[in-house]
T-cell receptor, first 115, second 116 residues
């Protein structure tokens, strides 16, 4: 157990729907990161939050949004889902952010299948 | 822009063979971090090693070793006496401290299959 908890583990939904992926970071970690792993795009950074504030944005579609709550858990919202959104979505957490990157701990992922 | 290239898409070896996974990176930053992660068939991403750009010492951890060469922008990973449990996808990743904070740019991954 990495200490980073992602729910649900699997999600199957139809095109056009909206889903919410949840992530609880490791105890003491203030930063949360979201990554998408798809067959055609590989592992791509989506977005980072630090202590409730958005810190960095990557290749995140406008149909996707995220937030980090006061208790530091984070949610990734995916709307108007398309077949191409089918992927493994990882959350990761780390103690800090910025210049010194000690690496971070990944959760086990949420596998999203859009049908 | 940062880039990580893992030219070997798939490698297949027989148990007890040594295998080296290649990683070449591109960055303009002088301060950066390199990582290797393992993704077994179960799907999770397991951290293996972190190296910063100022530390070119090679590292050995059990059967694993890493060779960091700034002159060739490479950070290769060798598994000695491979085992079936080493079968996984291995990712090399780069974090540019100056331009992109703590986000990771991953290579495409190398699928390693160790056959008994």
């Amino acid at each position: 157990d990495s200490g980073v908890t992602q729910t649900p583990k699997h999600l199957i939904t139809a095109t056009g729907q909206r889903v919410t992926l949840r992530c609880s970071p490791r105890s003491g970690d203030l930063s949360v990161y979201w990554y998408q792993q798809s067959l055609d795009q590989g592992l791509q950074f989506l977005i980072q939050y630090y202590n409730g504030e958005e810190r960095a944005k990557g290749n995140i579609l406008e149909r996707f949004s995220a937030q980090q709550f006061p208790d530091l858990h984070s949610e990734l919202n995916l709307s108007s889902l398309e077949l191409g959104d089918s992927a493994l979505y990882f959350c990761a957490s780390s103690v800090a952010t910025g210049m010194t990157n000690y690496g971070y701990t990944f959760g086990s992922g949420t596998r999203l299948t859009v049908v | 822009a940062q880039k990580v290239t893992q030219a070997q898409t798939e490698i297949s070896v027989v148990e007890k063979e040594d295998v080296t996974l290649d990683c070449v990176y591109e960055t303009r930053d002088t301060t950066y971090y390199l990582f290797w992660y393992k993704q077994p068939p179960s799907g999770e991403l397991v951290f293996l090693i972190r190296r910063n750009s100022f530390d070119e010492q090679n590292e050995i951890s059990g059967r694993y070793s890493w060779n960091f060469q700034k002159s060739t922008s490479s950070f290769n990973f060798t598994i000695t006496a491979s085992q079936v449990v080493d079968s996984a996808v291995y990712f090399c990743a780069l974090s540019e401290a100056e331009t992109s904070g703590s986000r990771l740019t991953f290579g495409e991954g190398t699928q390693l299959t160790v056959n008994p």
